[in-house]
């Protein structure tokens, strides 16, 4: 895809209106598993909040296991022996480094620690949900066979157990599931998992770490967008998440939160209507001040999912304010968080005459030509989208005002890089800035001569 395609232009289709970062834009979602991960396992920690159910007291894993004896062991009659073994199954896959997922996956463990969430015995069921937590934390296949296995509906109905320890395994087994895709992620959800989920929020409210790992849960569920969650769950979770923005007690909550609605932001103009409609884009503006890039990241790029909408869905989002924090976060010592503000800026430039206007106003200009001379190319490459947009959709007189701000020069100093798709860009915005001044000069002399006739006539 050409990447100019990828940015609000009024000169495009309805369906090149909306802006998709790819691997020829920006490189923040190429993979981004390392902010925000789609899985993750429950390891053997000594450090897990206090308040947190899953906390214990724990030895290392043992590295040398008779796979073969343990899985005999998990299906004994005898309760204690089956719990010691799904424990010991447990423990081993808990393993910080090189958990042996596949040594019990590939004997049937995924169907006897499934058959365990059923016990009337608690303890037994939570190793079960804990050692299945970990295996869907592996690779599709290993997701495919918890899930083929029928152990959705089993751990749905888990979120509902009187133990929360049970209830947030649960939560963290059915999140890994859902993180896999959206086809997963849709099972999890047909399951009837939405209304549960919401409920154990409610009860643990004041226990951070059991939130944390609901509002990741709830992120998953809006991660994917091919195809997007349904509609109707985005916008019952809308209301939770904007509690979920304003939670104190634990920064994680805050920052898996506004991830989850940048990933709803990502999906459709629907979606992004209904997101601004909930009253979340004042609280996400308020994260772009924070002194954290953790934080910052996933707020800033829910804004920009946000106004690479609709001229009238970008407006909403100036109007609360958006433009005021830009100059802050163009001077991020973060490169990300600058490199991300360019692209945000970029499909505002390409916006409506005033939303150029109110760039100009907020005097974000200078911000960009400086990054031109300074940052590094990538970032300087989105610095350059927001230039090229703004001439493209710029009247006269807003191209007068970015030539009185020495933009030739700025632009100048990209005419050596080694690509050749910028170098391009950058000529084709200086040739159209020269256009420009032509007509106001060819304007200016015809007045002068009509001046000059008068004057003449009237002698």
Known sequence: MERSRLYKNKDKDAEELRRRRTDQS?????AKKDEQLQKRRNILLTELDETSPLKENQNDAPELVDYDAVILSMQSSDRITRFKAVQLCRKTLSRARNPPIDEFYKRGAVEILGSSLSSNHDDLVFEAAWALTNIASGDSSHTAAVVTSGIVPKLVRLLNHSAVNIAE?????????????????????????VEPVLRLLDRVWKQPAVVSNVAWMLSNLCRNRDPPPPRAVIKKLLPVLN???????????????????SYASDAVNEFIEDIIESGCVPLLLRLLSSASANIISPALRAIGNLVIGTDEQTQAVLDAGLLTYIPALLSNEKSTVVKETCWVVSN????????????ISHNIIPYILEILYKSEFRTQKEACWVI???????????????LSQNVLKALCNLLTVSESKVVLMVLESIKKLLEVRLTCFRLHLHKVLLFTFSIL???
């Open 348 to 359: 505002i430039t390409a916006g409506s005459v005033d939303q150029i206007d109110m760039v």
């Open 169 to 193: 395994q649960s939560v963290w087994a059915l999140s890994n599931i859902a993180g896999d895709g959206s086809k997963f992620r849709d099972i999890v959800i047909e399951s009837g998992v």
């Open 243 to 261: 509690q979920l923005l304003q939670y104190e007690g634990n920064k994680d909550v805050v920052v898996d939160t506004a991830w989850a609605i």
């Open 457 to 459: 006539v009237c002698s």
């Open 388 to 402: 090229s947009n703004f001439i493209s959709g710029g009247t006269p007189a807003q191209c007068t005002y970015l």
């Open 26 to 30: 920006i490189e923040l979602r190429k």
